[in-house]
């Protein structure tokens, strides 16, 4: 039997915006669009009394809450606070999943020896909070998609353990929305089928369900009765580290170029140290002065975030790339494929081992 943990950071956008803003912490504080037609990120949990949810219009979020504080989104920040939080999860599994900006599957089975599920999801909460100030929810389960679904079920700042012999109990009254990746249509096509909860797919003939909805629906009949059984699969961050500069003019003074790949690249390189980061492929992006744009990737056979290899390798993939006869607009630097340093994973293994 395995044990994987969904942690989900709770509302993670206006957490954040509070956490560098704290006059903001008993405010109603909605994340959104930069224009009036923009729609909402998300909103605290104190703006959520309001009903101001997720997707929502500006406009009507507005009329809900009009005392609330609306604030456009900085991505920039966030992600730089989500690689914080997925590098102290990875610490914590066997295998890491990271999800979307503020979520990540662990498979801990391993790490249980000498320690319960609920303490050691204590454990990394206390971590994340320690580090980053930021709270978040944790679902435990025998399989991913009731990890996913206890997560969510004692938000904010919850943990819920499933047991794999409650786990279909746990299941029976929720609605089928509740499983992830059914959308509006599919829920439909549920509802016209009679099958509104969760427990009422699990009760269907498998062969019956196939035949009715298909054999991609398999996968939710298996959710359903607790069967599924998907590998969290061990996957390096996703994420990033990256820098652009547009000049003032078009430009095609190749000595000059150098000079800003220079900057750039120290800069990326210092970052990657700072948040203990190697990358393994490089990119660069060329945007010529008709808006053309191009990006040419490079992955190398080991690990860096040495500013030397980080410049050496941008400038081979723009020597190589480059149309002299042409002006430049704008140049980025990239470094992704990223995993943390030994540094890094040291530390973080010696702080499990306490
Ligand atoms: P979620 O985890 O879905 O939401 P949340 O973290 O804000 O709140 P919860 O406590 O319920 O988990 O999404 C994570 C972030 O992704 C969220 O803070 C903002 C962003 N997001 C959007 O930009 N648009 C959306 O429609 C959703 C759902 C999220
Ligand atoms: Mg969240």
């Not at 909605?30 to 923009?38: A, H, L, Q, V, Y």
């Not at 025998?142 to 794999?164: C, L, Q, W």
């Not at 599919?186 to 509802?191: D, K, S, V, W």
Request: proline share 3%.
């Amino acid at each position: 039997m395995r044990t994987i943990f969904h942690v989900d950071m709770d509302s993670f956008f206006a957490s954040c915006e509070i956490l560098r803003r704290p006059e903001l912490k008993n405010e109603p504080v909605i994340i959104g669009g930069k224009s009036e037609r923009g729609v909402v990120s998300t909103a605290n949990y104190k703006a959520r009394e309001f009903g101001v949810k997720s997707a929502m219009s500006i406009v009507r979020a507005k009329e809900l809450c009009p005392e609330g504080v609306y604030l456009p989104p900085d991505m920039k920040y966030y992600k730089s606070l989500s690689l914080k939080i997925m590098n102290i999860l990875n610490g914590f599994a066997d295998k890491f999943e990271p999800i979307s900006i503020d979520e990540a599957y662990l498979d801990v089975t391993d790490k249980l020896d000498n320690i319960s599920p609920m303490i050691l999801a204590a454990k990394i909460k206390k971590e994340i909070y320690n580090q980053t100030k930021l709270t978040c929810s944790i679902g435990i389960a025998h399989n991913k998609s009731i990890a996913k679904i206890a997560s969510d079920f004692e938000k904010p700042n919850g943990v819920t353990y499933v047991k794999y012999d409650e786990a279909r109990d746990f299941l029976k009254d929720m609605p089928i929305r509740k499983i992830s990746g059914v959308g509006k249509v599919t829920e439909q096509q549920l509802i016209n089928l009679g099958i509104k909860l969760i427990g009422d797919l699990a009760s269907k003939d498998r062969q019956w369900v196939i035949e009715k909805l298909g054999k991609s629906s398999l996968r939710l009949w298996l959710i359903a009765n607790a069967l599924e059984s998907s590998d969290v699969a061990p996957r390096e961050s996703s994420e990033s580290y990256s820098t652009e500069k547009t000049f003032d003019e078009d430009i095609d003074d190749k000595d000059l170029i150098f000079e800003y790949f220079k900057k750039m690249c120290r800069r990326v390189s210092n970052e990657l140290k700072e948040d203990k980061y190697l990358a393994k492929t490089i990119s660069i992006k060329i945007r010529y002065d008709d808006f053309e744009t191009i990006t040419r990737a490079k992955t190398l056979p080991f690990h860096f975030n040495d500013y030397k290899t980080i410049f050496d390798e941008t400038l081979f993939l723009f020597d190589e790339n480059y149309d002299v006869s042409r002006k430049i607009r704008l140049v980025g630097v990239k470094c992704s494929n990223l995993q943390q340093s030994v540094e890094k994973q040291t530390k973080i293994t010696d702080f499990f081992d306490l």
